[in-house]
């Protein structure tokens, strides 16, 4: 689809991208690039508990690691990011390794600016608040779907308030990502399909966002590729390395180019009914996806139309106003495929709450880059009610 004749943009993604298998275990070389000599692991208590990824990941950084932080929840808190950042600075921290999905690569995000700033993390929330770079991250994701570990923002949940806070900044982009197949072998099937499934969403997003521009394009229609083929395989078969590996280089197109060019009505939908009914954020994304599409259709079948060919779509005879629809059922085919949840019913979602979460989603800042403006509440409603 072809650019406005005045596109102007900025790409930015400077993180560099370590991949291969095993290459987690060189972690403590990082380190010293990095001209570090204190690192600090920022973990998920669950992970910390049912593998030894942490404890590996201190073994190898040997002498260079002053600790573990391994109280990182799903939806982590303010709360939890000024507990780390405490016994970061105790310990004399002057990096840190994030080992985990998004929650604990957020989490870490959020130590690094309190371990730099000193204060407390709810003293820089917004946009480009920081003015200098802030403590030396790496990351190790253990799952292949939020890329995170490319994006310049943290949601960490107020849990007090009741509300997520944002930190937009480039001053918190990871330094370093560290793409090892082996860390994501252990995720199970369900977990899989649905991280891989907001890696998705990232990838579709990016491309019909209205700050949509041709480099975050290109990484989005590769990352579909590569998630179509992929994920499927990396669900089946949690140990084949070259799914998994796939994956994690799919997710982290996704993630740089939604970095870019934003995300729009899927994830508005999702945030809300994430923050009030705790739905999993690639579960929510993954259901409420058809229905965005569908809403979405008119404004963008063009761009429906190249996703439609990066999932491998003869596309022959489809007018691109009736694209969004076809890529809808296409999305279904592949996610019942996956064993995942069709139905917000399903996934613990009361009807009656649809319609404050309308009111919610207008007011995210996703919604203000999706193709086709939103200014009622009972637009959303209705996509809703088609996802329920
Ligand atoms: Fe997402």
Known sequence: MPYDTNLNFIFWSPTK???????ALDVAIEV???????????????????????????????N?????????EPDSGIHIVNQ????????????IVSVGGGSAIDT??????????????????????????QTPHIVIPTTAGTGS???YVAVIKDHE????????????????????????????????????????CHAIEALHSLQREPIADGMALHAIRLIKEFLPKAVENGTDMMARGQMLIAANMAGAAFSNAQVGIVHALAHSVGARFKVHHGLANSILLPACLRYNADACGEVYLDVLLALGVNIEGIQPDKAG???????????????????LRDVGVPEEGLKECSELALSDGAIVYNPKPIFDPDEILKVYQKAF
Not at 64 to 72: K, M, P
Not at 84 to 95: N, R, Y
Not at 325 to 343: H, M, N, S, W, Y
Request: proline share 5%; glycine share 10%; net charge positive.
């Open 325 to 343: 629809e076809v890529v809808a059922d296409k999305i279904i085919e592949f996610t019942k495929k996956l064993g995942l949840p069709q139905r």
């Open 17 to 23: 991208i370590i991949f291969g298998k095993n290459t």
């Open 108 to 133: 870490a995000k959020g130590i690094a600016i309190v371990l730099k700033e000193g204060g407390k993390l709810q003293d820089y929330a917004g946009f480009q608040v920081l003015t200098r770079p």
């Open 161 to 200: 308030e009741g509300r997520k806070l944002l930190f937009g900044d480039y001053n918190i982009l990871p330094n370093v990502a560290i793409l090892d197949p082996k860390m994501t072998e252990g995720l199970p099937p369900r977990l899989t399909a649905a991280t891989g499934m907001d890696a998705m």
């Open 32 to 62: 010293e690039n990095l001209k570090c000599k204190k690192a600090f692991i920022v973990t998920d208590r669950e992970l910390a508990k049912n593998t030894d990824i942490p404890e590996r990941i201190k073994k190898v950084l040997s």
């Open 64 to 72: 260079l690691c002053i600790g573990i932080f391994s109280e990182v």
């Open 149 to 151: 570990e490319v994006t």
């Open 84 to 95: 780390g950042a405490k016994l970061g600075k105790e310990l004399g921290a002057d990096c």
